[in-house]
């Protein structure tokens, strides 16, 4: 089934996102939230937006040594969020941790929480991967293989640019996931985002959910944004 794109929530408290939804007049669309709404609300917002009936994924991005990473998976399975990620740098073992602690946190009769894995962030071009990363192999080259450790180790999916959705699609199989931010229509202002494209070409490279963050959230016209992008988005299907 087509899923709709994912609003990134990223704004500096509760109030500002409650604000933002507001537009949406009831619709439980797909919202990540990320460190600058999770480190200011914590817990209760997001129980509030699934008991809402918006499916959340949790864009965390844990990076740390596996039991860590572990026992803090294990408090955001609780959570009742669909999705949440790891840094896939973080290695083999770390994200098989992450699995665990999901596991293991997930209440019965619920279901896990998807994890992901972020591969290469789309701020992150060809030559700051070479001179500043010191990774040596190409883009393309670089998020198959995370890719590929990820699904080794469980995950369900990865976080990468559309650019490089069908060589994971290829490399993983279609039901792993690729998640894609860095989505733009062609006025919209690219801010920080390198490896973008627009939301129908995503999904003709194969990414099987985008994010969509300040072509949205700056717009004056939110909704109007979003369904702009949702109808690319669907134009192929
Ligand atoms: O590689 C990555 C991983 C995560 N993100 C997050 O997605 C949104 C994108 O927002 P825009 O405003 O549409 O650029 C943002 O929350 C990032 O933290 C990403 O962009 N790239």
Redesign the pocket.
Known sequence: MMKDPIL?L?VPNEAKALKLLEHFKGESIPV?I?MELFYRTGASFIESLTARGHPVFL?LKLHDIPTTVERAMINLASLGVSMVNVHAAGGADMMRAAVRGLEAGTPEKSSRPLCLA?TQ???TDESMLKKELLIKNTMQDTVAHYAANAAQAGLDGV?CSSLEASLVQKTCGSAFLRVT???RQASDEA?D?VRSTTPSEARAYGSTHI?????VTKSEAPAAAYDTIRNDWRSLS
Not at 211 to 215: E, F, K, P, Q, Y
């Open positions: 990134a990223d990540k990320g864009d972020v962030l789309t701020s976080v931010p860095g989505i801010n985002q994010v969509i963050g300040r072509s």
